[in-house]
């Protein structure tokens, strides 16, 4: 069970999330003993913020409203909060600009071995089968090598499909949206849709 309670409010102008926690460290990690300003989000609150807007209309600008109970919103999660989001957004935007140089790379060598490996394979199949006279034994030759020649090049495949695209995809969000979004803290007594306040 998540321990948010989302609401959406698209308009023709913007698109308004509101997020809200039953306690600050829902939405900060509890472990982490920096100040509010420079502390991580939990999976729960970065997945909340990504997930209210990863397919709405990506130039339609996005406000944030996170509320907490009242009792647990201090002076330095009101002021705070908005550039701790910020901080740590653009710092796992670096991470996933790393990470996109390295699968790049692996993609370009991975492309150069799988296609030099397959281009090999490919000549040999070419000499062997017109030189195979078993047509089941030609058969059982082809399967062969075109199996080898899919998996020389499964790993630059499966690098852009699964890990690549998706790198990008969170660049795109931290930077255009969420970074640039405007974020702010609204304290609640009552939590929405049931949700009991604490304090």
């Given at each position: 069970?998540?321990?948010y ?15 809200s ?21 939990t ?23 996170i509320?907490f ?12 909060l ?6 740590y957004?653009i710092?796992r935007?670096?991470g996933a ?16 071995y799988?296609?030099?490996?397959s ?6 199949l ?6 195979i ?16 020649c899919?998996?020389?090049?499964w ?7 699964h ?31 049931g949700m009991?306040?604490?304090?």
């Amino acid at each position: 069970m998540a321990n948010y309670i989302e609401q959406l409010k698209e308009g023709d102008d913007q698109l308004v999330v509101e997020l809200s926690f039953k306690r600050v460290d829902q939405f900060f990690d509890p472990d982490d003993p920096s100040p509010v300003k420079n502390r991580d989000l939990t999976e729960d609150s970065l997945l909340a913020m990504v997930a209210a807007i990863i397919d709405r209309e990506p130039k339609k600008p996005v406000n944030y409203v996170i509320r907490f109970p009242a009792s647990q919103v201090t002076e330095e999660v009101e002021s705070d909060l908005p550039e701790a989001v910020k901080t740590y957004f653009i710092y796992r935007c670096e991470g996933a600009r790393r990470r996109l140089r390295v699968l790049r790379k692996r993609m370009k060598y991975g492309l150069i071995y799988g296609l030099s490996i397959s281009t090999v394979l490919i000549i040999i199949l070419v000499f062997l089968y017109s030189n195979i006279t078993d047509q089941v034994l030609a058969d059982i030759v082809i399967g062969a090598i075109v199996i080898f020649c899919w998996v020389a090049l499964w790993d630059p495949i499966d690098i852009f499909l699964h890990q690549y695209l998706f790198q990008k995809k969170t660049i795109a969000i931290c930077t255009k949206r969420i970074i640039n979004s405007t974020i702010r803290v609204e304290k609640a007594d009552v939590q929405p849709d049931g949700m009991p306040s604490e304090g």
